[in-house]
C-alpha cells in the first residue's frame, strides 16, 4: 500500500499495478470500510484519500512466509465457487465434476509457510526414533506421498541435510511447480518429484518413512495405498499421517472447525475423489476410527495418534 506513514492514492496504487483506478478506488473504499485498511482523511475527496495497511494486518494479508498469511483463503473461495454448476450436476449423477484447470496461484500459500516453520523443525523432532533415523547415516530414505507443489519435500530436505527425498503426486502440474521450487531452495540435488499414483506397485524403492501430509482423505482408493504403503518400507520404516482435525464421532451441531472441515468436503474433497468407480469417499470429515478400519484391511498393525498439538490438523503414526 506504499511506505508507512505515506500510504497510496487509488490513482498511485492503480498506476503501480497496471490497473483501472476506478475499480482500485472501489476495491480500497471497501477495505478500508472493512476495517482492513487504514484512511488518512475519510472526508476527504475520492482521489485525494490515502491508505495503508495497518503493520498488525501484514502478517496476514502481506507477508507470504508468515504462518499466520491467510490470503489463500480468499483464493480458494474463488477457486471452489467456479465449478459449482459442475458440482450441482455431480450431486445428481453421483460422478465427479470434470477437473478444473491447473491455477497455482494460492495452493501451497497455505502449507508452505506452516511446514517450512514446523515440520522439520517441531514436528518430526517430536517423533524422537524418526528423528533420529533421519539425522543418521546411512542417508535416510523419505517418500512424500500426495506432496503436491513440494513444500512437505522440501521442508524435510531442508531440516535433515543428509535425507534424499522423493516426492509423489498424480498432478503434473503440480510436479512441475514442484521441481521449479526445490530448484529455487537449492535442495534439486537431493529432493526429486515424480508423477505417480500413490496406489501404483511400481512405487518398489524401500523407504526409512513415508509421509502422506493432508492428503490421505482426497484419495479415492486409501486401502491400496496403503498397502502400496507397506510394500515402499524399508525395515524399521515408519509412516507419518498428518489429516484434518476432527470430533471421534458426528456431532451436530458441530464445533466449528468442523463445520469448516465439512464445508470444503462438500464442494472439493468429496467431489474430487467420486470419479474413481471403486471409491472410497472418504470426504475430509476422516474420523479416527475411519482410518483405522482403512489400515486394518491394509493389514497395518496400529493407528498411534501422537500428542502433536495443530490447530487443524492431527497427526498419526500407522504401525507396520
Not at 131 to 142: C, H, K, Q, T
Not at 191 to 213: C, G, K, Q
Not at 250 to 278: K, N, T
Request: with cysteine.
Amino acid at each position: 500500500m506504499g511506505p508507512t506513514g505515506y500510504g497510496s492514492t487509488s490513482t498511485e496504487l492503480a498506476v503501480r499495478t497496471g490497473t483501472a483506478e476506478r475499480y482500485v478506488r472501489e476495491w480500497l473504499e471497501h477495505h478500508a470500510a472493512s476495517g482492513l485498511l487504514d484512511v488518512d482523511d475519510a472526508t476527504a475527496g475520492p482521489l485525494e484519500r490515502r491508505y495503508r495497511l495497518p503493520a498488525a494486518h501484514a502478517p496476514v494479508l502481506a507477508d507470504h512466509d508468515d504462518v499466520r498469511f491467510a490470503v489463500h483463503r480468499a483464493i480458494d473461495i474463488v477457486r471452489a465457487a467456479r465449478p459449482l454448476p459442475d458440482l450441482v450436476d455431480a450431486f445428481r449423477t453421483g460422478a465427479a465434476p470434470p477437473p478444473s484447470p491447473w491455477e497455482p496461484e494460492g495452493r501451497a500459500a497455505n502449507n508452505r509457510p506452516v511446514y517450512l516453520a514446523h515440520l522439520g523443525r517441531e514436528w518430526l523432532p517430536a517423533i524422537p526414533d524418526i528423528d533420529g533415523r533421519l539425522r543418521a547415516e546411512p542417508p535416510a530414505r523419505v517418500a512424500d506421498l500426495a506432496c503436491g507443489m513440494g513444500w512437505s519435500s522440501i521442508a524435510i530436505a531442508h531440516a535433515y541435510p543428509l535425507v534424499m527425498v522423493d516426492g509423489f503426486d498424480l498432478d503434473a502440474e503440480a510436479i512441475a511447480d514442484a521441481r521449479r521450487n526445490a530448484a529455487t531452495e537449492g535442495v534439486a540435488d537431493r529432493v526429486s518429484f515424480s508423477v505417480a499414483d500413490a496406489a501404483a506397485p511400481e512405487l518398489s524403492a524401500r523407504y526409512d518413512l513415508v509421509t502422506i501430509l493432508e492428503g490421505f482423505h482426497d484419495m479415492a482408493r486409501p486401502v491400496d495405498v496403503l498397502r502400496a504403503v507397506r510394500g515402499m518400507l524399508a525395515d524399521g520404516g515408519s509412516v507419518l499421517m498428518i489429516d484434518e482435525n476432527v470430533a471421534d464421532d458426528f456431532i451436530a451441531p458441530a464445533p466449528e472447525l468442523e463445520r469448516y472441515h465439512y464445508g470444503w468436503s462438500v464442494v472439493s474433497c468429496l467431489p474430487g475423489a467420486m470419479g474413481d468407480p471403486q471409491t472410497a469417499a472418504t470426504g475430509a470429515v476422516m474420523r479416527v476410527a475411519t482410518l483405522r478400519r482403512y489400515a486394518e484391511e491394509a493389514s497395518f498393525h496400529a493407528v498411534e495418534v501422537l500428542p502433536i498439538q495443530t490447530p487443524t490438523w492431527r497427526f498419526y503414526r500407522l504401525h507396520p
